[in-house]
């Protein structure tokens, strides 16, 4: 590890003492990604860590959201884990054409916790190291109004900037209809800058030769290109710990 990021490390860990808070139980590699979403900035990336220590206490205080509390968004049949890719990544997709606004919205915040804890899961090898990734799809094909939730997909990028720091590796858009642009449009004003470069609009075939690359054809589900099957987030099961 470069000295620069030790340093930084070694500032970031007194920095949550002084919160209030420890991270005696998190090693290098999970700090890192809080260092980094703060441009490594040690007394932000420590105040980031401590509310997410809250929040993860508040909102997961088992440790993990069960499939029972979220079983309205489960039985969509809308979220979908895969193998690994290329580089090791998760891959998870959302067909958007089977999601409708909540009407329970603690529900679907809980949903989005079940759904990124379940699929970072799935990349450990062993034991979680800290800087586990996942790739997104996110498959607008024949989506209608009836589908538009600009909440739910804040509530989703919100979820993930603030409490999953560095965890998406990539997030691939497919078939985005004209009528969706406007919608994009004002969910992008939520993301910052770093989520955004990790977004790919795919609208050509370069593009998608691009995405099947580097995703990797034996991940990928026959409608996309590859020789997998898609299997729903609940039937995938994750490796013993």
Do not use: C
């Amino acid at each position: 590890m470069e000295k620069a990021h030790e340093m930084a490390l070694t500032l970031m860990r007194k920095s949550v003492e002084k919160l209030g808070s420890s991270t005696e139980d998190y090693g290098d590699l999970t700090l890192l990604r809080f260092l980094i979403a703060r441009s490594m900035d040690p007394e932000k990336a420590a105040k980031m860590f401590a509310k997410w220590q809250k929040w993860r206490a508040a909102f997961v205080p088992t440790g993990l959201i069960p499939e029972s509390e979220v079983q309205d968004e489960l039985g969509t049949r809308k979220a979908y884990l895969q193998d690994l890719s290329k580089e090791g990544y998760p891959l998870l997709i959302v067909k958007a054409s089977k999601h409708f606004p909540a009407k329970d919205h603690l529900q679907f915040k809980k949903f989005v916790v079940h759904l990124l804890d379940k699929t970072i899961a799935s990349s450990f090898k062993g034991r979680e190291r800290g800087n586990e990734k996942l790739i997104g799809i996110l498959d607008l094909q024949h989506i209608t109004y009836k589908n538009i939730d600009a909440r739910g997909l804040i509530t989703g990028f919100q979820f993930l900037q603030a409490y999953y720091p560095e965890r998406l590796a990539k997030l691939f858009i497919l078939h985005m209809p004209g009528f969706f642009v406007s919608v994009w449009k004002m969910v992008s004003h939520f993301l910052e800058k770093a989520t955004l470069e990790k977004i790919v609009i795919v609208t050509n075939e370069q593009e998608r030769s691009d995405f099947i690359r580097d995703i990797g054809e034996e991940v990928l589900p026959q409608e996309y290109g590859g020789r997998a099957k898609l299997v729903a987030l609940q039937d995938a099961v994750l490796p013993l710990l």
